[in-house]
Structures are given as C-alpha cells and as structure tokens.
C-alpha cells in the first residue's frame, strides 16, 4: 500500500459517507488523509493510519456496521447504497491488509 493507492478511494469513501448520513466517520477518515497526503509524513505515522483504517472496517461499530441512510432526492437507495458500501469497505480493507504494504 501506498498513499497514493489509497487516497483517492478514500476520498471516494468520505464522500460517499457524507452523502449517506455519516459525517462523523467521513471525517474521521479525512483527518487521517492529512498524513497520507503529507509528503513529511513518516513511514511509522503512514503505517498507524494504515492500520487504524484497516481496524475500523470489522467488528462492532466498523464501517461494515453501517447502515446507510441516503438524504432525501439522493440517487442513492438504501439497498444501492449498502452494496456500495460494502463494495468500498472490501476496497479498503484489501488497500490496508498488512500483507499489501510495500
């Protein structure tokens, strides 16, 4: 894994987030995009995000956990956005699995 690999699907994550009644989570995932964007930041503060990412997809309270609620006029339904949801957390968890850093 790379901060490049990672960035732009995690951007993708935060809004769709956003977009279905999630802000908090959307910005907790933004605030670790500081460090992955930062070209100053260490190996060590990369791979704690890493893996900070990859713990909040499984178990209780992780993204697989939510229940997506589109705003009302979204072009979202809830069944779509739950299957992309998950579609986004598999993305992720293979982007941080420990066995994928280089």
Sequence with gaps: MTP??????????????????????????EERLVVLEDPHSSADAVE????????????MGGLIDLVPKPEQGSTWSVAEAGKR??????????????????
């Design 4 to 29: 490049d690999d990672l960035v732009p699907m995690v951007r993708e994550l935060v809004e769709f987030l956003s977009e279905t009644g999630y802000e908090p989570e959307g910005r907790w995932l």
């Design 48 to 59: 704690h995000v890493r893996a900070e990412m990859h713990a909040s997809i499984l178990g």
């Design 85 to 102: 949801l998950l579609v986004l957390a598999d993305r992720l968890y293979l982007l941080t699995e420990p066995s994928r850093t280089d």
